[in-house]
């Protein structure tokens, strides 16, 4: 099970830290991502953290302005979200996958039910 918290409204330029906790006792065996859904687009990815948290990939949107990172020994990964603009306003899901290296949305078998982020220009 995966629940997000952290989400809410923000204005433009301003920053957020999403958290999804992870239950279960084989978190650090997932390869943990971020994808974000807006009104009437698809859902998309934004962020992956791999198995020892290196070399995390981003979506090119969101390059230099956010970081994800996980916390195995507390079942946690964060998306901390910097200079935020209007387009990043969206549903985030925290997302889990078994995949050494998954590299399609469909890779990923475990969600979380989303928060919702609110950027105000």
């Known amino acids: 099970q995966l629940v997000e918290s952290g989400g809410g409204l923000v204005q433009a330029g301003g920053s957020l830290r999403l958290s999804c906790a992870a239950s279960?006792?084989?978190?650090?065996?997932?390869?943990m991502a971020w994808f974000r859904q807006a009104p009437g687009k698809e859902r998309e990815f934004v962020a992956a953290?791999?198995?020892?948290?290196?070399?995390?990939d981003y979506a090119d949107s969101v390059k230099g302005r956010f970081t994800i990172s996980r916390d195995n020994t507390k079942n946690t990964v964060y998306l901390q979200m910097g200079s935020l603009k209007p387009e990043d306003t969206a549903v985030y899901y925290c997302?889990?996958?078994?995949?050494?290296?998954?590299?399609?949305?469909?890779?990923?078998?475990?969600w979380g039910q989303g928060t919702q982020v609110t950027v105000s220009s």
């Open positions: 953290v791999y198995r020892v948290g290196n070399n995390p």
């Open positions: 279960g006792r084989t978190f650090s065996s997932y390869v």
């Open positions: 997302a889990a996958s078994s995949k050494l290296v998954p590299r399609v949305r469909s890779d990923y078998g475990y």
